[in-house]
C-alpha cells in the first residue's frame, strides 16, 4: 500500500519560498499510470490544486499561481518536491501530497502546515 509523506519548515518569511517533499513509499513515482499531486487547504477555504508530475517527470500547474509553482522529482529518493516563490500570507495552508489516477486522487499524505509571515 502506498504511503506518502510530506515535510519542509512549518514557517516560511513573506517573499521567500516555500519547499516542501514528499517521500513516497509502497509504490514507485515512476510507475506508469500514475502522478504525483500537490494540494493545499488554506484555512477556512476548500481544497486547491496546484500542480502534478507525471510519472514521465511532464509537469503541469494551476494558472492560478501564475508561474510560481515549480514541482520536480527525485527518482533514486522516490521523493518528489514542491517549491513556490514569493510567498505572501496567503500562501498560508495545509499542505498535501496526493498520488493521482486517471485523475482521481486516491491516496494522499497526512499534510503539512505551512504559515507564512509577514
Known amino acids: 500500500q502506498v504511503q506518502l509523506q510530506e515535510s519542509g519548515p512549518g514557517l516560511v518569511n513573506a517573499s521567500q519560498t516555500l519547499s516542501l517533499t514528499c517521500t513516497v513509499s509502497?509504490?514507485?513515482?515512476?510507475?506508469?499510470?500514475?502522478?504525483w499531486s500537490w494540494i493545499r487547504q488554506p484555512p477556512g477555504k476548500g481544497l486547491e490544486w496546484m500542480g502534478v508530475?507525471?510519472?514521465?517527470?511532464?509537469?503541469y500547474y494551476s494558472p492560478s499561481l501564475k508561474s510560481r509553482a515549480s514541482i520536480s522529482r527525485d527518482s533514486s529518493k522516490n521523493q518528489f518536491s514542491l517549491q513556490l516563490s514569493s510567498v505572501t500570507p496567503e500562501d498560508t495552508a495545509v499542505y498535501y501530497c496526493?498520488?493521482?489516477?486517471?485523475?482521481?486522487?486516491?491516496?494522499w499524505g497526512q499534510g503539512t502546515q505551512v504559515t507564512v509571515s509577514s
Open positions: 508530475i507525471s510519472y514521465d517527470g511532464s509537469t
Open positions: 509502497g509504490g514507485s513515482i515512476t510507475t506508469s499510470e500514475y502522478s
Open positions: 496526493a498520488r493521482a489516477r486517471a485523475g482521481d486522487h486516491g491516496s
